[in-house]
């Protein structure tokens, strides 16, 4: 990043020059204006910042989220369980979930026979305290070449797990993987299921949101209409759930582990303000 600064024509370069993150963010914002980098460059560069000032605990996926494995289970019941959430690694646990076995890697079940063990398959679990920087431990994802982690708080039970995905999210932004397909750009729509219902996306605009139903939901720090559900939650509700939010009932119809993707919202009159 340094050399990218020394490049930067408008920037008088010297060692005094840039004293707080402060500083490099208004640089980065010049050189957007100045278009001596991309929207792109600019946004990820923004990225890497933020994950310096972040802990794992602020980006992991949390224990009520997680998708994990019975030690238990059968071939044909884990092949189930890969086939509804399609992650490509799992927590295998005990009867205590806190009690973490092992990782086991869907790729490890290709040409196995039906009658193998999944304690035969699954690797160590990497653990990490979630009070540890994010930055930090991309240095022990790199180190140990691992993509997943336990993350476990000061007391030594799980709090939830993070993935070398999840960081790469906050420096580029949502990543969509081969199974995100059909939630593309072409889903942010609020499409009539009959009158007074709605099947919305959760990619949608939160501008788009207000628009639709007239009402006033800031976007000052959130941007789509899943992100907006999950803040006033605190945490990713379930497939089926329903729940009352200000006017409106609300079903989740499609979620997974990271975020919500479609939900059917009716207005409820005896609500609305």
Not at 126 to 149: A, V, W
Request: aromatic share 8%; net charge neutral; hydrophobic share 40%.
């Amino acid at each position: 990043m340094m050399n990218w600064l020394k490049n930067i024509t408008f920037f008088k370069w010297n060692k005094k020059s840039i004293k707080s993150l402060q500083d490099l963010l208004y640089v980065i914002a010049q050189a957007e204006t100045k278009r001596i980098t991309s929207s792109n460059i600019s946004r990820i560069l923004k990225g890497v910042i933020a994950i310096s000032n972040l802990k794992v605990r602020d980006v992991m996926i949390s224990r009520a989220n997680m998708k994990v494995i019975d030690e238990d289970e059968t071939y044909d019941s884990v092949l189930s369980i890969i086939k509804d959430s399609r992650h490509s690694r799992y927590p295998v646990i005990s009867k205590n979930k806190d009690h973490i076995l092992g990782i086991l890697l869907t790729k490890d079940l290709i040409g196995c026979n039906k009658k193998v063990k999944i304690q035969d398959l699954m690797r160590p679990a990497m653990l990490t305290p979630e009070g540890k920087r994010i930055d930090n431990l991309l240095h022990d994802f790199q180190e140990r070449r691992n993509h997943m982690s336990i993350v476990v708080n000061e007391y030594g039970e799980v709090s939830g797990l993070i993935t070398l995905e999840n960081i790469f999210e906050e420096i580029f932004g949502e990543i969509d993987d081969e199974h995100d397909a059909e939630y593309d750009k072409s889903a942010t729509v609020i499409k009539v299921l009959s009158p007074g219902c709605y099947i919305v996306s959760g990619l949608t605009p939160i501008d788009a949101f207000n628009e639709f139903f007239s009402v006033e939901y800031s976007n000052e720090y959130l941007d789509t209409f899943s992100g907006l559900l999950t803040q006033r939650l605190g945490r990713i509700p379930e497939v089926d759930e329903s729940f009352n939010f200000d006017q409106f009932k609300v079903k989740i119809l499609s979620a997974d582990s990271r975020r919500i993707k479609k939900v059917e919202v009716s207005i409820d009159e005896s609500r609305k303000k």
